[in-house]
């Protein structure tokens, strides 16, 4: 077996993306500063001035060019990164919607910031959630592993040919992104072997001299070119399992793929969860479970394309299920909870409960879980905040 | 003959411009002057329907449209993605209009300037935001009726002056900095060519009149573009290695000649026409003192 | 492969004759081959002829490559005609044919 050069480090979850970003091999770096993102910004600033990565690193003047600058220099074939959180991601919106539509690989880190008014730097998954519509992949990580990896795993899926979507992977602001953890950093040839160089066969190239996104009336293919966009997205359901698989394969890692289902074989009550607070949900699935009630977790980390049959297994046999949404959205019920009655719709009967929880960074306790898993057994769908207004 | 311009033709006919459009000589005679290893990036603008529809293309070069603020933006993504893949030698161009550059796109615009990337900028002014029907942006001239300014009961023609865009480059220091008219390629050419030689950030600023917008007959065009530079409504300057050198005309022409043969100007009175006068005066002033004259 | 909204085709392929009212008509026993008409056309709808055999003002300019209108594309907007220093070019009314 050959010798590994694989290292262990304490680094926080910006440090560990931007070693995610260094591993594969990104080559055109934009990004406009917004906290708490901006230590990724600054650790690849320094990694670039230092010579230990070899990319072009620009810090442009809003987050609409960082993504529009992203966009078309990924356009010329190079492999292209951006990150960003809250207001910064919203302000790209516009772009965002135009990089899915080119086609175009890009991986953008997000790190999940609450949306004001009023201003608010803390934890919360509206920034991202609101952007589900775009066409962008979604992954959103418990741990500071999962962001440098997510990396790699991301890259490799976006510009896989039957899929050619960009992808954004989440932390939570603070919870991951400044706290430290330990770091299994890959070794870096085997990251190149398993990600290679980016090949994207309609590059901006002189003897094809293409037009990129013109004008194109009703009869145009239009309708296609946008069911061609979902149906890629979902074909990327196998390629994550695929790659996942290669990944752990690859790397001796245990990425857990499209959802992690802990304790879930002989569970009566689940909830799914998504991103760090999962992690105080599985401590109190090990506290719960000594008491003797037997309950789980469904923890969603791509939540685009939806992993609606990997859900639909994990529940059966279930008495109860909730949904956690560390969100506000506007519909009947919150985004996560919508996305997972929809793939159950007709396929169960198990009262779907939906829980409001974490906005603005208020912080989800053992006790809120408790909480949760409680309001489970009583056998309905209601729609409860959690932690809101003393109770 | 020899041509006075080069013959090589990177745009094609058979484009959806209206008939004597002054925007696709602007980009008929860039091209000319950079050549073949050109990549263009068109924001929403008269520029991103003139190719046609999908999948009609105009032009013998890569073509990247984009959302109507990033003109700034994605130039300087194309052109460290080119040099990162050693093509330092392709010349990349923003080809933006009015609206695109002195409102929306002005922050782009600015940023990508004074960051400093190799590219050109090309503003074709056609002095409002013409594709989607004649409203007014930044750049509509003082008197112009447009149909955010229209005459109305009270007179609400456009009281702003022209906010110059070229102008605000200078100021901030880009280094080559030049205004162009459509009237003069040979001038245009010549302008985009100095550019060329510079490794940094260029503006150019190209008058391209518009008959549907300006209300001029389309066999005009070429008058129209070249009574602005005589009039002195419209200077001609290029600004470039820090040095500013102004074109001056060597006869006095009323801006009335200019303004009467627009629909866009019928309905000014004499004592306005003449506060245009004054207006086009003092900045030939302000210009001229800029040189050092 | 998936699909992508990038396309070529050229607009040469696109006749955008029938927009005019009025084609321009050049009078080569008055052109000098000066070319501005070749020069100002915003369709790129006047080529050159490197091997003309048309009328000329004088025997010498009879070799030399001139203008000709590509009546597929012109879109009549008569700057040809407008700036023409000759008056070779007429702009005449479609299906008013001499």
Redesign the interface.
């Known amino acids: 077996m050959k010798a590994q050069n694989v290292t262990r480090e304490i680094m926080t979850g910006n440090e560990a993306v931007a070693t995610g970003v260094k591993l594969a091999r990104v080559k055109f770096i934009s990004a406009y500063p917004i906290t708490p993102q901006t230590a990724i910004v600054e650790k690849l600033a320094e990694m670039v001035a230092n010579n230990k990565i070899n990319a072009k690193f620009i810090e442009v003047e809003s987050e609409h060019s960082a993504m529009a600058s992203t966009m078309t220099s990924e356009m010329t074939g190079i492999r292209s990164f951006t990150a960003s959180s809250s207001h910064g991601v919203l302000y790209m919106h516009e772009m965002l919607h135009w990089v899915a539509g080119s086609r175009l690989p890009v991986l953008m880190a997000v790190v999940n910031r609450a949306i004001g008014p009023p201003w608010n730097i803390w934890a919360d998954q509206t920034d991202s959630i609101t952007q589900r519509d775009t066409g962008w992949m979604q992954v959103y990580c418990e741990s500071n592993q999962e962001a440098m990896d997510s990396i790699l795993l991301g890259y490799k899926v976006a510009e896989n040919k039957n899929v050619m979507l960009p992808i954004m992977s989440m932390q939570d602001a603070f919870t991951l992104s400044h706290t430290s953890e330990p770091v299994i950093i890959r070794d870096e040839s085997d990251a190149y072997d398993y990600i290679g160089d980016l090949n994207l066969p309609f590059s901006i190239d002189l003897k094809n001299p293409l037009g990129y996104g013109s004008l194109m009336p009703p009869d145009g293919p239009f309708m296609e070119l946008k069911k061609d966009m979902r149906d890629s997205m979902y074909r990327a359901i196998e390629v994550v399992k695929e790659e996942t698989k290669k990944f752990n394969e690859k790397f001796n890692a245990d990425f857990p793929g499209l959802i992690e289902n802990f304790m879930m074989e002989d569970a009566d009550y689940a909830l799914i969860t998504m991103g760090s607070m999962s992690s105080t949900g599985k401590y109190t699935v090990r506290k719960l479970r000594e008491k003797g009630m037997k309950v789980g977790l469904i923890r969603i980390l791509f939540y685009r394309p939806f992993p609606a049959e990997e859900i639909l297994k994990s529940i059966k046999g279930l008495k109860g299920l909730g949904v956690l949404d560390r969100s506000i959205t506007f519909g009947q019920r919150g985004a996560v909870y919508e996305d997972v009655v929809t793939s159950l719709y007709n396929k169960t009967d198990i009262p779907i409960k939906n829980y409001v929880i974490g906005l603005g960074g208020r912080d989800i306790r053992v006790k809120d879980y408790e909480k949760m898993y409680e309001g489970l057994m009583e056998g309905e769908d209601s729609m409860e905040w959690i932690n809101v207004g003393g109770k | 003959m020899p041509t006075s311009i080069p013959k090589q033709e990177l745009m094609m006919s058979g484009h959806a411009a209206c008939a004597g459009c002054g925007a696709v000589l602007a980009m008929r005679y860039v091209l000319k002057a950079l050549g073949e290893k050109t990549v263009v990036s068109v924001p929403a603008s008269c520029w991103a329907v003139i190719p046609g529809n999908y999948p009609a293309e105009v032009l013998k070069v890569p073509m990247v449209y984009t959302p109507f603020a990033a003109t700034g933006a994605s130039i300087s993504g194309i052109r460290e993605g080119l040099d990162i893949e050693g093509k330092e030698d392709y010349n990349v161009v923003g080809f933006a209009g009015d609206g695109g550059t002195a409102d929306i796109g002005l922050q782009a615009l600015s940023a990508a300037m004074e960051r400093g990337h190799n590219v050109f900028y090309i503003m074709y002014d056609n002095e409002a935001y013409m594709n989607t029907g004649i409203q007014r942006s930044g750049s509509t001239p003082f008197g112009a009726w447009t149909t955010t300014t229209p005459i109305g009961k009270d007179r609400t023609f456009k009281k702003e002056k022209k906010k110059v865009v070229a102008d605000i480059m200078m100021a901030q220091g880009v280094p080559y900095v030049a205004t162009a008219s459509v009237a003069f390629p040979e001038d245009l050419i010549r302008k985009v060519k100095n550019a060329k030689e510079i490794k940094g950030p260029k503006f150019i600023q190209i008058l391209s009149p518009c008959p549907p917008g300006w209300y001029h007959n389309s066999e005009d065009t070429i008058k129209v573009s070249r009574l602005a530079v005589e009039t002195r409504v419209f200077p001609l300057y290029e600004y470039m290695n820090g040095k500013f050198n102004l074109y001056k005309t060597n006869k006095f022409v009323p801006v009335e000649e200019y303004l009467k043969i627009q629909g866009r100007f019928a309905h000014l009175k004499e004592d306005e026409i003449k506060e245009i006068q004054n207006f086009v005066n003092e900045r030939w002033e302000i210009l001229l003192k800029k040189e050092g004259n | 492969?998936?699909?992508?909204?990038?396309?070529?085709?050229?607009?040469?392929?696109?006749?955008?004759s029938s927009?005019?009212t009025s084609k321009p008509v050049i009078d080569y026993s008055k052109c000098?081959?000066?070319?501005i008409c070749?020069?100002?056309c915003?369709?790129?709808?006047i080529d050159?002829n490197e091997n003309p055999d048309y009328e000329a003002p004088a025997d010498r300019i009879k070799k030399?490559?001139a203008p000709f209108i590509?009546y597929?594309?012109c879109?009549?907007?008569?700057?040809c005609?407008?700036?023409c220093p000759f008056d070779a070019i007429e702009?005449v009314r479609e299906g008013e044919d001499k």
């Open positions: 492969m998936v699909m992508t909204p990038t396309a070529y085709y050229p607009t040469t392929n696109i006749k955008t927009w005019r000098t081959r000066c070319m070749w020069k100002f915003p369709d790129v709808a050159i030399m490559e590509d597929d594309h879109k009549g907007c008569g700057i005609a407008n700036e702009m």
